[in-house]
C-alpha cells in the first residue's frame, strides 16, 4: 500500500482543522549515524499515533525531539502553530530560546520507559511540582488538581508514599498522572510497559486506554504492545531505517499492507523476534 493513500484517507480531517503536530522534512544524526532521514508527519489535535518499527529505528528519536530533549539536525517540528526550534524576530530567525522552548514543552506530557520520578518526594509531590515552578499554579489549585489525578489512576490511597515503596506499575501510573496534571494538549508514551512485570502490564495499558477514549488530548506511543495499538491508535506509522516507510489504520498498516519491510517486521514480531533491524 502507498502510504500516501493514507494521506488522502485522512483529508477529510485534515482540510476542517489543522495538525496539532508537524514534522517537515526533519533529519537528526548523532555524529556520523543519521538516524532521522527526513521524516513528514501530521498529528491532529486529539489523534492517536502509534509508532512501530524495529529496534534503532528512531522511534524514541521522534518522540524526544518533540518533548524538546533532541533537537533536529535538519528541518521544523511546528507545536499548535510554534515552530520548536526557531523563532522569528523582524524577519530573522534564531534558535529558540529556553522561555520560548519551555512554553512550548508546557503542552506536552511525555511518559517515560523508567518512570523518572523525583525519589525524594511523595507521589503528591511529585505531581505537584511542575504546575507550581513551571505553570506557575498556585499550591492549593495544584494539590487539589493533582490529588484529582492520582485518583483517576487508582492511586488515591498512596499520597504520601514515596516512589520506592510503590510497585513498577504504580510508579507508571504517578508518571502519568504527574504528566497528566498539567493538562498537556500532546502526550507522549515512550515503550511506557517495556520495563514492567507482565502482570503489571495491564494496569498501566488501562490508564492509557482511559486517556485515549476521553478523546480530547493528542496521543503519540512509541510501542511494542501490537494489539494495544491496534485497539486505541487511529494511526499506525512504521518507521524503518529513519523513514516512515508505512501509515495508516491499524487494519491497513497490520492486516493488508503489501510493505515487504512491514511485513518482515510483522511476523518476525509474531515469532517473538520484533527487535532486530535487519
Ligand atoms: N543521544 C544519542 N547519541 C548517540 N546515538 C543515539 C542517541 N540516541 C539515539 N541514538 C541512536 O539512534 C538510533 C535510533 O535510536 P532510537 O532510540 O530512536 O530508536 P528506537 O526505534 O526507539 O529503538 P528501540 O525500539 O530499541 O527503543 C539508535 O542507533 C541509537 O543508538
Known amino acids: 500500500m502507498d502510504s500516501s493513500i493514507s494521506v488522502k484517507e485522512n483529508s477529510q480531517k485534515r482540510n476542517a482543522i489543522e495538525p496539532i503536530v508537524k514534522y517537515r522534512d526533519v533529519h537528526k544524526s548523532f ?4 538516524v532521522l532521514k527526513g521524516i513528514n508527519l501530521d498529528i491532529m489535535p486529539s489523534e492517536k499515533v502509534a509508532l512501530i518499527g524495529p529496534s534503532g529505528s528512531g522511534k524514541t528519536t521522534i518522540i524526544r525531539m518533540l518533548m524538546t530533549l533532541e533537537e533536529p539536525t535538519l528541518g521544523d517540528i511546528i507545536v499548535d502553530g510554534r ?3 526557531k523563532m522569528e524576530k523582524d524577519s ?9 522552548l519551555r512554553s ?3 503542552d506536552i506530557g511525555m511518559v517515560f520507559q523508567h518512570f523518572n520520578l523525583f525519589p525524594h518526594m511523595t507521589i503528591l509531590e511529585n505531581c505537584m511540582s511542575a504546575p507550581i515552578h513551571v505553570k506557575k499554579i498556585d499550591k492549593q489549585t495544584a494539590k487539589k488538581r493533582s490529588i484529582e489525578m492520582l485518583e483517576k489512576v487508582g492511586l488515591g490511597d498512596k499520597l504520601d ?10 510508579k507508571q501510573r504517578v508518571a502519568m498522572a504527574r504528566a ?7 502526550m507522549l508514551f515512550d515503550e511506557v510497559t517495556s520495563a514492567l512485570d507482565p502482570e503489571l502490564v495491564g494496569e498501566v495499558l488501562e490508564v492509557i486506554r482511559d486517556i485515549a477514549n476521553k478523546g480530547d488530548m493528542a496521543m503519540v506511543l512509541v510501542t511494542h504492545e501490537m494489539d494495544f495499538a491496534q485497539e486505541i491508535a487511529d494511526r499506525i506509522v512504521f518507521l524503518d ?3 516512515i516507510a508505512e501509515q495508516g ?6 492486516e493488508s499492507s503489501n510493505n515487504e519491510r512491514l511485513q518482515s517486521f510483522l511476523h518476525r514480531f509474531r515469532n517473538g523476534n520484533s527487535f532486530s533491524s535487519s
Open 249 to 254: 489504520t491499524p487494519t491497513e498498516v497490520l
Open 180 to 186: 497528566l496534571v498539567m493538562r498537556p494538549k500532546i
Open 31 to 34: 555524529g556520523e549515524l543519521e
Open 92 to 100: 530573522k530567525v534564531f534558535r529558540a530560546n529556553e522561555k520560548h
Open 104 to 106: 512550548v514543552r508546557g
Open 83 to 85: 515552530n520548536l526550534w
Open 241 to 243: 531505517n529513519g523513514i
Open 161 to 170: 508514599n514515596y516512589p520506592s515503596q510503590l510497585s513498577g506499575g504504580q
